[in-house]
């Protein structure tokens, strides 16, 4: 008979929402120091699942929002008198909201972004 040997442990890491949200707020950033205007966006919030999904083949955790998605968001935040600020925060909660993975929308795919719980503003 031959002797088990046991396997070490694998360590698992996650990524934290803090990074994930600090690659969103340096792709704003970028999107404001190249002139990103509210007006180059999709139609803010009632922007489906699936269009905002569909303005990069990788949109994503982990991935950088295009300067159309930021304009979008910036605009759905705008429209709901949010404070537009947020576009880093808004953006994940629309990426968890239409579980979108590899520019698909896994989620509530014919709904407007907008109708994420909390997104309504004033």
Not at 20 to 31: E, H, P, Q, W
Not at 43 to 49: I, N
Not at 68 to 85: C, G, I
């Amino acid at each position: 008979m031959t002797a088990m040997t046991a396997r070490p442990a694998r360590t698992v890491t996650r990524r934290s929402p803090v990074w994930i949200t600090g690659i969103a707020a340096a792709v704003c950033l970028g999107s404001l120091v190249t002139g990103c205007g509210a007006g180059e966006g999709g139609d803010g919030g009632s922007t489906t699942c699936s269009e905002f999904a569909a303005m990069s083949k990788d949109t994503g955790l982990g991935s950088n929002f295009t300067d159309q998605q930021t304009a979008t968001l910036k605009k759905m935040l705008d429209d709901e008198d949010l404070d537009t600020s947020q576009v880093p925060l808004a953006g994940m909660q629309v990426i968890a909201y239409c579980n979108i993975y590899g520019g698909a929308a896994g989620s509530n795919p014919d709904a407007p972004i907008s109708n994420i719980p909390g997104m309504q503003g004033n």
